[in-house]
């Protein structure tokens, strides 16, 4: 998307109150908790907390599977929390239930990323945008029927889209129709998941303009789900950065893009292509996908793949190269630990048996074999690969954590203010004894 084809009104960045309409306090939103056969729950959402002013948009970028579909779904009660609260206009919102909570979701909706698939082709246009009204049981069917003809002119559709089919439509005025029933209940807060990633470059624009347009003439509060980091810095007030289900960093959206203050947030925004081909950029690659949220990292949940990790002070020389082959070695341990193994493998392993497992010297041939590799850290590597030989995953995974971990491992790190706008961000390095020296390069690029 071009910078110039998204209006910047100074409007809609300006709306904001700085009077909170949503406040967050520590939300988790677990799956699989205490089932049957698995009590070890998914970590959708593992305690976050941050506020959403009234009649600003705030984005919510990450990777897919961060949780940041899950975290706008809880908002609105479409996914139950854990724990923590959403306070909405006080109210804390997941205590509701039955009529209280029908109720209240006329204050909130969604916009779904597909409009492909997020409209029933079966019902007109016409069917669909007045379904919230009929759930609702809003006045009279006349003035249901008044009430659609004037949203569908509200998104720019005319008046003879009403008895027509979704499949008439193309994907931008899809996402009209989507957008048109969000809005049919004059909602104050909307969720927008991912809304023009479907659709066509230059109809992009003009979904982003309407929703613009309409936030600034119904005093619409958004939060803005998405992957494009330039779509989000254009139509965002704030962003709030998320990994494996926690924010790492939340602050006015210019001032984080133009200098990003959180580790995973710099690499994220480094992967970002620079239209001058003589940028100079330094691009962080990150190693690896991000752990499941189903055992996420002990400590920072960014430490198994963080490039700007705090190192033990006994390791501090070590040659980076062999550094990033001691996390990766780390890394694969503890994807063993969590590995599916068969029955046959069990008992083997039972009977002492090798293993598909067993593999280890191969792996440790190709992570250090051409590194030099001074005593002080191939003697750890030997004992863990013993652990492993002896079939005890877990023993090297503690051992290596034991040995090789600092605070990032260990501790989970607090939330520091990293500018005086109020941006916060997550990480032990913004602590004096931590802090990063200038010249220092996140060691996995070299
Ligand atoms: S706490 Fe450690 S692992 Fe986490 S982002 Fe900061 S430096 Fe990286």
Sequence with gaps: MSEQSVRQTEEAVGATTGEPLIEVNDLKTYYGEGGLVDDNPVKAVDGVSFNIERGETLGLVGESGCGKTTLGRTLIQLEEATAGEVLFDGTDITQLSGTELKEWRRNSQMVFQDPESSLNDRMTVGEIVREPLDVHDWKTSQERRARVRELLDVVGLQPEHYYRYPHQFSGGQRQRIGIARALAL???FVVLDEPVSALDVSVQAQILNLLEDLQEEFGLTYLFIAHDLSVVRHICDRVAVMYLGHIMELGDSEELFQSPK???????????????????????????????PRDPPTGCPFSTRCPMKIRPEEFQDVDDDVWVAVEVFRE?????TRADRSLTDRAKELLGMETRYSDIDEIRAELFGDVDVPPSVQQHVDEAADYIEHNDDQQAREYLRDVFGSTCDTDSPDDYAVSSSGRTSLCHRHQDEYEAPDEFTPYAQR
């Design 186 to 188: 004059e909602p104050e």
């Design 332 to 336: 694969v341990v503890r994807e063993r």
């Design 262 to 292: 959180n580790p995973y947030t710099q690499s994220l925004l480094s992967a970002i292509p620079d239209p001058d081909p003589t940028s100079d950029k330094d691009r962080i690659t990150l190693r690896g996908t991000p752990p499941s």
